[in-house]
């Protein structure tokens, strides 16, 4: 038997090392330098802001009411020192409150560093200074990050008629790219001199060699932890800067409470972040490393457009939450992704009653899914409607054609189910889509608009009545905004009518609402819906629905806006896959989420059956559409991999929420339940951190809050045919 050589097995062992080495800076960089870094930035930056700011305003309140200004420390030397402070403080002001925002950051901060550097150069030096300094030099060269209103103007700015800034915005940028790294470099040296120095040199250094002036000694000097000196050398070479940085860090915050009251101890905390974050910079031992690292053992990278035909291709039906999950998961997997829905966007569908009933627009909602995957070169989306899945040459059929895949990953969601009375869909419209909602709210506008028309008291009641049909949390949820709708937010809007006696009518089968909630807070759903005016008809079943109104078990209600939330029913992917499937056409997989038969198709979310809730069916949520996306991206990756695949699928049930309407939610975590005000508040917070995009979340909140000033949705707009 050969046995491999030792030059062999050494080439192997650093080709895991490198492969170790840059999934190690792929998931660093992505928790640090994606997640947590645009929050930590945004604090830097208010903390600072918020120092000269107050500096300014303190300026103001002590202002000299006499001429005598003979002991102003005069930080604008070429200015007499009247016009110096005025300047000084009306500095401190402006860009202070630019930088808190992140409006012409880099423009805010140069001149609050040039204002530390010469106070640091004329007057008596503080360390406190040097930090200022060398923080607004890294404002002026990096900009602010994702969180600033920078950022949200800059693309619209570059494409503007105003003069230069296109070229300004563009120099911006280039300075941001080549900057960084030289300006990270530049720090790291810094900070390691000093700490090297402190730890070498006498109490006397600072007066010997006049350097202190310009390293931060004093706070070197105070580090509780020993070992200083080896952090400065690492520093200063560049050597595993990130990870020096943050045992530095976690050093310095287990040995020590950092109060910024008495120590200048934060602004190094401050530093080592942007260590930890961006690394040594290009001056360094790490950037060496990592360039010969590439060299040597080089990895394959996609330049355009085209996938490698050796690459695995993993085909996804569906942006929704499971699929969208699924890709954003194989984004760094040597796997060619091809994502699929018949709609350019991600919609967040717990929200979608919210544009249903005028709260909301629908780029609220909303994200296109392009846009989502800009920096995954891997991965393509496609518009498209799928017509069927050729299983025996697995190809995907469109109408414009046919994608191939390796591994078909179908997460299409649900639909409307009118159990067998499909005639009753025209008067009776469902929420699933866009196009529903904005149906949905011209109804209901229009309703109030023909009700101040009419004259005949009889129709105008008609016009009146809103019926939903359905008490799970999509039925509870309308019922509650359309009575909000019409007692607030409507409620001086017409003279005909008082808008507030419109009447909501819930109708549910069941002899209570929120099947899927424990029976207290059902109850407390109830009486929340009451309190609106909803009138709830529980353990009723429709009859019949026209465009009149609605038959209940032989009673007749006219109501011209009838709802439908009563149930669901799953994507034809059965039908495509010519597979049994449930009486909701959901696909029956196994604990690995595959379709019997068919171990490379994969359902997930509401497309699925699945047992993976402790033997219990898996709920049509989105939190499990997700977990069934991570899951079955693991189980790819395994594959391709060729390692242990994950454990059989298990459903983590986070909790279930619903809101009746203002300040009244219901919460059920199976430990904690919850009710009234707390869970509104936290059915807020869930929803805006689950959505995506900074756009997004600011624009829901802004409207969230000014429906919560003015009682009722703003964006009553009645748009179609």
Known sequence: MRTKSPLKTLQVILTILSTTSRRVTGIWTALLEGMAWPYIELAIRIWIAKLFFVFGILQLMHWPTTMDWAGYENPIPFLAPTAAAYWSTAIDLACASLLAIGLMTRYAALPLMVLSFVTQLRYEPFDTQLFWTVLFG???????????????????????????????????????????????????????????????????????????????????????????????????????????????????????????????????????????V???????????????????????????????????????????????????????????????????????????????????????????????????????????????????????????????????????????????????????????????????????????????????????????????????????????????????????????????????????????????????????????????????????????????????DGKRILARTVLWAAGVAASPAAMWLNVPADKAGRLIVDDKLQVAGLPNVYAIGDTALSKGWRGEFVPGLAPAAKQGGTYVAKQIRAIVDSRKPPPAFQYRHLGSLATIGRKAAVADFGFARLSGAPAWWLWGLVHIGFMLGVRNRVATLTNWFWAYLKFGGGIRLITGD
């Open 138 to 276: 890294w404002f002026t060269v990096c900009g602010a990050g994702p969180i600033s209103m920078d950022h949200l103007l800059r693309r619209g700015l570059s494409d503007s008629a105003i003069p230069f800034v296109a070229r300004i915005i563009d120099f911006s940028k280039r300075l941001r790219l080549y900057g960084t790294a030289v300006y990270a470099s530049l720090l790291r040296v810094w900070l390691g001199a000093a700490l090297i120095l402190a730890s070498l040199s006498g109490p006397t250094w600072r007066e010997a060699g006049h350097i202190g002036r310009w390293l931060p000694l004093d706070v070197a000097r105070g580090l509780p932890f020993t070992g200083a000196w080896l952090v400065g050398v690492l520093l200063v070479l560049g050597a595993g800067s990130r990870y020096v940085a943050l045992v530095s860090l976690v050093s310095l915050l287990g040995y020590s409470v950092v109060d910024p009251r008495i120590t200048d101890e934060i602004y190094l905390l401050m530093l080592l972040t942007i260590f930890i």
């Open 278 to 552: 961006y690394g040594g910079g290009v001056i360094s031992i790490d950037r060496v490393t990592g360039i010969l690292r590439d060299r040597l053992f080089p990895v394959y990278t996609v330049r355009g457009p085209q996938q490698s035909a050796e690459m695995p291709r993993v085909v996804i039906v569906g942006a929704g939450f499971g699929g969208l999950r699924c890709a954003e998961a194989l984004r760094h997997t040597r796997v060619a992704v091809t994502l699929i829905d018949r709609t350019n966007y991600h919609l967040f569908q717990p929200l979608l009653y919210q544009v249903a009933t005028a709260a909301l627009s629908p780029g609220d909602i909303a994200t296109p899914a392009r846009q989502l995957f800009r920096n995954a070169p891997l991965t393509r989306v496609l518009l498209g409607s799928v017509t069927g899945v050729d299983t025996h040459r697995q190809m995907v059929l469109l109408q414009e054609g046919g994608v191939p895949y390796d591994y078909l990953v179908l997460a299409t969601g649900a639909t409307h189910s009118y159990f067998g009375r499909d005639d009753w869909a025209q008067h009776a419209p469902g929420l699933k889509r866009i196009e529903d909602a904005l149906s949905i709210r011209r109804r209901i506008l229009l309703a109030f608009e023909r009700a101040e028309a009419t004259v005949d008291k009889h129709e105008r009641a008609a016009l009146l009545t809103f019926l939903i049909v359905g008490g799970g949390p999509t039925g509870v949820e309308l019922a509650g905004a359309i009575a909000e709708l019409a007692r607030f937010g409507l409620n001086q809007d017409f003279r005909s009518f008082d808008p507030s006696r419109a009447r909501v009518v819930l109708v549910q089968s069941a002899p209570r609402l929120l099947p899927s909630f424990p029976e207290r807070l059902a109850g407390v759903a109830q009486r929340a819906l009451e309190r609106l005016g909803v009138e709830v008809l529980l353990g009723n079943r429709v009859d019949h629905i026209d465009a009149n109104g609605v038959s209940i």
